[in-house]
């Protein structure tokens, strides 16, 4: 077992990959009362391509992920596992975004019994022609809801105007048209090419001993019997960097229009790692808060002219092929709002960030990491996603430290490119 201290913020990591592949990692919070424990696959609903070794490519119905996700609570002995889980004193739950799939709980007590419960539901699939078919119903209403929902619309509807060929553009559910076509084998192929131990992570953070969870974890593992570690070969098509159109609008049953907007990564931008990765999302969410975030002074005269609310808001998303920002939210007046986004960003790009602003939104930001590590659910999730992303979280904080004002400058004028800006807007019927 492997032994990483960080000594910058007083944390230990202890990690091991077990023979069969499992990556196991362990954080002590001997002054927590929660354990929280994430079981996450590096399969998301862009996985929608693939190929197994020199096999041949496998193109599977949009959604497979999040619906096999939903069937690996269905257990072949009958078993209820959020009834299992709650037995023992624990909350459970699970997600499926773009990239990966979790399974997680979190318990204050049996910690042990609860992991067990984890690891084994999540490595015994049970798929049946009649259980399939029945979850398709359950997920297709899913599906409805989410479409009568304006902040979903809008969300997903800027994805669609940024993207043209990435499967990024499809949502995470699927479509009822889509899921139709999902059957058990197709199933078993997914669950058997990404939920192999070798393409998963195990993260327990809380107030355990590291020793005794590692052995738990080995002595699980070693009663079971794996294939071989499947090679996995993952197919997109090309992206264009430019938009795949610049305004996608829809109007639905809303008092008040919700207006998103944001710019695509270039192409030449996603495929970053490591300690570059860090410093490009660093760097982007720095130059944003800048220009738009609430201490900006473009946001303050926004809200003042009552063109923007406390709905407001931005995000920075970067991933292996494929990034964008996203900003905005409920405006009484989309076109004017987005005339003085064109506007003011023009100028502020051309005049750059000061050195003070710089700093003083580089020390919000360390800030703000280190009151995250606060949170078992977030380091359980943001270890995952970095570690799977060829990243390490506990880098962030020298990343910032390492940022300059020039930095940030030149990271706002390689993203802040209006060939690459797209708008979502919902409007009132």
């Known amino acids: 077992m ?11 990591l202890y990690m091991d990959t077990l023979p069969n ?39 599977v119905p949009d959604g497979i992920a999040h619906f096999l996700e939903h069937k690996m609570f269905e257990q072949p002995t009958g078993t209820d596992v959020f009834q299992e889980f709650a037995r023992q004193g624990a909350s ?7 990239t990966r799939t979790a399974y997680l709980f979190s318990a204050t007590s049996r910690v042990e019994d609860n992991l067990k419960t984890l690891i084994d539901f999540v490595q015994t699939p049970h798929f049946t022609d009649q259980n399939v078919e029945k979850e398709k119903g359950i997920i297709g209403q899913e599906i409805r809801m989410y479409d009568d929902n304006p902040d979903w619309r809008s969300y997903f509807g800027l994805i669609e105007a940024m993207y043209k060929n990435h499967p990024v553009r499809i949502d995470i559910a699927g479509t009822v048209e889509s899921i139709a076509d999902i059957t058990k084998e197709l199933l078993y192929t997914c669950y058997e090419t990404f939920y192999h131990p070798s393409n998963m992570l195990l993260f327990v953070v809380g107030p355990v001993d590291p020793e005794n969870i590692l052995e738990l974890v080995r002595n699980n593992q070693a009663a079971k019997t794996f294939e ?23 109007r639905l049953s809303v008092g008040v229009s919700k207006c998103l907007f944001g710019f695509k990564e270039a192409s030449g931008r996603t495929g970053v790692k490591g300690d570059d990765l860090l410093k490009q999302e660093m760097a982007t969410k720095i130059a944003l808060e800048a220009l738009i975030g609430p201490s900006s002074d473009l946001y303050q005269a926004l809200y003042d002219d009552g063109l923007i609310d406390e709905t407001f808001g931005f995000d920075y998303t970067l991933e292996d092929g494929y990034g964008f920002s996203m900003m905005g939210g409920d405006t009484r007046d989309p076109d004017a709002l987005l005339e003085r986004i064109r506007r003011e960003f023009r100028v502020l790009t051309e005049k750059g960030i000061d050195a003070q602003t710089f700093d003083r939104l580089r020390k919000k930001s360390i800030g703000s990491q280190l009151r995250s590590l606060n949170s078992p659910e977030w380091i359980a999730n943001q270890f ?46």
Do not use: C
């Not at 929608?48 to 070794?53: K, P, Q, R």
């Not at 459970?92 to 773009?98: L, Q």
């Open 2 to 12: 492997q032994k990483i201290e960080h000594r910058q913020v007083a944390e230990t």
């Open 21 to 59: 592949g499992l990556e196991v990692v362990i954080l002590p919070k001997p002054d927590f009362n929660k354990t929280y424990a994430t079981f996450t696959t590096r399969f998301g609903s862009v996985d929608n391509t693939f190929a197994v070794g020199d096999g041949e490519k496998v193109t």
């Open 92 to 98: 459970a739950n699970a997600f499926t975004s773009f």
């Open 228 to 250: 071989a570690p499947p090679r996995i070969r993952r197919f997109f098509e090309s992206e264009p960097d430019q938009v795949n159109e610049s305004l996608r609008e829809v």
């Open 384 to 429: 995952t996603r970095y570690r799977f992303n060829g990243a390490d979280m506990f880098r962030i904080i020298p990343v910032l430290e390492e940022l300059r004002v020039d930095d940030i400058n030149k990271r706002l004028r390689e993203h802040v490119s209006w060939d690459r800006f797209a708008v979502s807007l919902v409007r009132p019927l």
